[in-house]
């Protein structure tokens, strides 16, 4: 089974500074794949970063870069300058390596406030 | 390109009563998947529907049921509601190999 750890329920961060948002997996597979999604207060889920299992190199998009430690089982989303529009929950996910098997496990979220 | 289209935002439904939510994923995409988030348990797997069969199911009673149609468009029915399927109800479509894209939800409240 795999279990997504997600431990900060809330963090503050002051505006334009880098904030790193914790999550350790758990999994058996050898093969799986990791994503950030934020979720505004309206309710979309929207995708950030992914990274694979067997990826070399860290995942980056704009802002948002993925520091994958695959011997720690850690994937930490580190968001670069941060900005007011950050504010919103983020939900650490995994995928199972099957194809076929569209099942995504989450964790519990973090929920980050941007002070002016 | 249109995204992942659910609807619809939002309903009120009465214990006992029935409801039906509708997802129509991006164009291209043939699997999708629903997740229900309550505040308690978070993010959940509710099932997931590929060339309208139904390919993987998560840990819900009966009475959480969905189909897919040949467009590639879901529904999914809550039969006999409860107080505690008061959630927001997301749906995700995805290619064959690659990420998921989610709707805005649809958030259901029972009374």
């Known amino acids: 089974a795999q279990k997504i750890t997600q431990t900060q329920p809330g963090m503050f961060v002051q505006e334009k500074e880098a904030v790193t948002l914790d999550c350790t997996y758990d999994t058996s597979d050898p093969s799986y794949g990791l994503f950030w999604y934020k979720q505004p207060s309206s309710g979309e889920m929207i995708f950030l970063i992914y990274q694979g299992s067997y990826d070399q190199q860290n995942a980056t998009e704009g802002r948002y870069s993925l520091n994958f430690q695959k011997a720690r089982k850690s994937a930490n989303l580190v968001i670069s300058a941060s900005q007011l529009g950050d504010s919103a929950m983020y939900f650490c996910a995994m995928r199972p390596p099957n194809f076929g098997n569209e099942k995504l496990t989450f964790g519990t979220g973090t929920r980050l406030t941007i002070i002016p | 390109k249109a995204g992942v289209t659910q609807t619809p935002r939002y309903l009120i439904k009465t214990r006992g009563q029935q409801v039906t939510l509708s997802c129509s994923p991006i164009?291209?995409?043939?699997?999708v998947s629903w997740y229900q988030q309550t505040p308690g348990q978070g993010l959940q797997f509710l099932f997931e529907?590929?060339?309208?069969?139904?390919?993987n199911k998560g840990n819900f009673p009966g009475r959480f049921s969905g189909r897919q149609f040949s467009n590639s468009r879901s529904e999914m029915n809550v039969s006999t509601l409860e107080l505690g399927d008061s959630a927001l109800y997301l749906c995700?479509?995805?290619?064959?190999?690659?990420?998921?894209?989610f709707g805005s939800g649809t958030r259901l409240t029972v009374v």
């Open positions: 164009s291209g995409h043939r699997s």
């Open positions: 995700a479509s995805s290619r064959e190999v690659g990420g998921y894209t």
């Open positions: 529907y590929f060339s309208e069969t139904q390919r």
